[in-house]
T-cell receptor, first 117, second 109 residues
Framework: DTGVSQNPRHKITKRGQNVTFRCDPI?????LYWYRQTLGQGPEFLTY????????KSRLLSDRFSAERPKGSFSTLEIQRTEQGDSAMYLC???????????????FGPGTRLTVL | QKEVEQNSGPLSVPEGAIASLNCTYS??????FFWYRQYSGKSPELIMF????GDKEDGRFTAQLNKASQYVSLLIRDSQPSDSATYLC?????????FGAGTTVTVRA
């Protein structure tokens, strides 16, 4: 079990550029989540996949944001035409109902810190 | 009203003391409750979860849940300098986690 991994760890981009982040969940986990965290705040839910199906999207996820999880393994989060307000830590988490725990427990990756200049 | 509210702190406690963290939530349909620890610049790390009323102990940590009062707490016994971090309370409904803003704890040596 190598944990959730995310790439890149840091991304600096200019306003108006597109960026893409990748998340690799824990191997046996079929649920994958994206959150965004700004300084001094807790993470905010963006979207959630069960296997390859995107089951819920937050109203925070504007049409500039798109997430995919082809084949139910890794996921990508793309932000088009970035704005300075998109600067944040983007966190990925995964979980599985098959771990034997009483509740569905999410484990977070190290995050991707985005800075939009 | 925010879905999940925590005292922002900072909470300063001497080494060896008990740190007490509180959290209230607004959604009575919330099903599970989590405490995460987050060191500066790092991602949240799960400490423990609770889903039934009462107390749950795990090492130096005790979580308490009172669904009637919509209240969750975390006690850290024998606080160590390594416990200095921001503690995030999260509540779950339909798999989605809603987080509080976190309470920053500083343990003084």
């Amino acid at each position: 079990d190598t944990g959730v991994s995310q790439n890149p760890r840091h991304k600096i981009t200019k306003r108006g550029q597109n960026v893409t982040f990748r998340c690799d969940p824990i191997s046996e986990h079929n649920r994958l989540y994206w959150y965004r965290q700004t300084l001094g705040q807790g993470p905010e839910f963006l979207t959630y996949f069960q296997n390859e199906a995107q089951l819920e999207k937050s109203r925070l996820l504007s049409d500039r944001f798109s997430a995919e999880r082809p084949k139910g393994s890794f996921s990508t989060l793309e932000i088009q035409r970035t704005e300075q307000g998109d600067s944040a830590m983007y966190l990925c988490a995964s979980s599985s109902p098959r771990t034997g725990l009483e509740v569905d427990t999410q484990y977070f990756g190290p995050g991707t810190r985005l800075t939009v200049l | 009203q925010k879905e999940v509210e925590q005292n922002s702190g900072p909470l300063s406690v001497p080494e060896g003391a008990i740190a007490s963290l509180n959290c209230t939530y607004s959604d009575r349909g919330s099903q599970s409750f989590f405490w995460y620890r987050q060191y500066s610049g790092k991602s949240p790390e799960l400490i423990m979860f609770i889903y039934s009323n009462g107390d749950k102990e795990d090492g130096r940590f005790t979580a308490q849940l009172n669904k009637a009062s919509q209240y969750v707490s975390l006690l850290i016994r024998d606080s160590q300098p390594s416990d200095s971090a921001t503690y995030l309370c999260a509540v779950s409904r339909d798999y989605k986690l809603s987080f509080g803003a976190g309470t920053t704890v500083t343990v003084r040596a």
